[in-house]
Each structure stands twice: as structure tokens, then as C-alpha cells.
């Protein structure tokens, strides 16, 4: 089983399509720089908990987009005191955030459209 996902319904789980947490992470550190544990709660309250993110998902992933430049990090402390990573998004994050985007409603349109023709 996936360790992200959305629920489907009540009993089950599905998982991202590819790039979709990498997507979310830029538009969510797009908003203001934040910490792992922030991003795994905004996610999840901006999701109405439909989305669940476990942060041995999430933290992979900011190590990815590190090494790709999208993201930089920098020594912070979390609301409780304790030592973090503070991650904000770089220029070449937006970039390719705007990129991601466009790619994924041009994806979601044409599934639509097929959805709408299915039902006709």
C-alpha cells in the first residue's frame, strides 16, 4: 500500500499519480516557507483530510526537489521549540510548478472529456 493517497470512500485508499505530491508541496510552500510536519497538516486541512500524507512520503520528496533546486531549506525552530527545516520555494520551483499545472489541466480536461462521453 501506498504511504500517501486520497481516501476513495470510506474503505478504501488510492494512490497519487506521479508528481501530484511534489506538486502540492510547491504550491503549498508557495503560500509561505514551513516545516514538514506543517506541510503534512496543511495538506491534510486544505484536503478536508481526504489526503494523507505520511511523512515517509513527504520527506523523500523535499529531499528530491532539494536536489532538483526547487526548494531551498534553512535552520528554524517548530511552534513546540524544537530544532527544523524551514523549506521555501525557489524561482526554479515555481517554474516548474507553473509547468506541472498546465500539464496536469490539460491531463484532467482530456479525462473529463472522456468521463462526459462514457456518460452520454
Not at 502540492?24 to 486544505?46: N, W
Not at 534553512?74 to 521555501?88: H, L, M, N
Not at 526554479?92 to 500539464?103: D, F, I, P, R, Y
Request: hydrophobic share 45%; net charge neutral.
Amino acid at each position: 500500500m501506498s504511504s500517501f493517497g486520497f481516501m476513495a470512500n470510506d474503505s478504501g485508499r488510492r494512490d497519487l499519480f506521479p508528481g501530484a505530491l511534489e506538486m502540492m508541496i510547491l504550491q503549498s510552500l508557495r503560500l509561505r516557507p514551513m516545516h514538514g510536519y506543517a506541510l503534512v497538516k496543511h495538506m491534510q486541512q486544505v484536503s478536508d483530510d481526504l489526503l494523507q500524507i505520511e511523512e515517509g512520503s513527504l520527506y523523500p520528496a523535499l529531499q528530491r526537489m532539494l536536489r532538483e533546486g526547487w526548494l531551498e531549506a534553512e535552520a528554524g525552530v517548530s511552534a513546540k521549540g524544537r530544532p527544523t527545516r524551514i523549506f521555501k520555494i525557489t524561482a526554479e520551483g515555481l517554474k516548474h510548478l507553473e509547468q506541472e499545472v498546465s500539464s496536469f489541466e490539460k491531463m484532467f480536461s482530456g479525462i473529463t472529456r472522456v468521463l462526459a462521453v462514457a456518460k452520454a
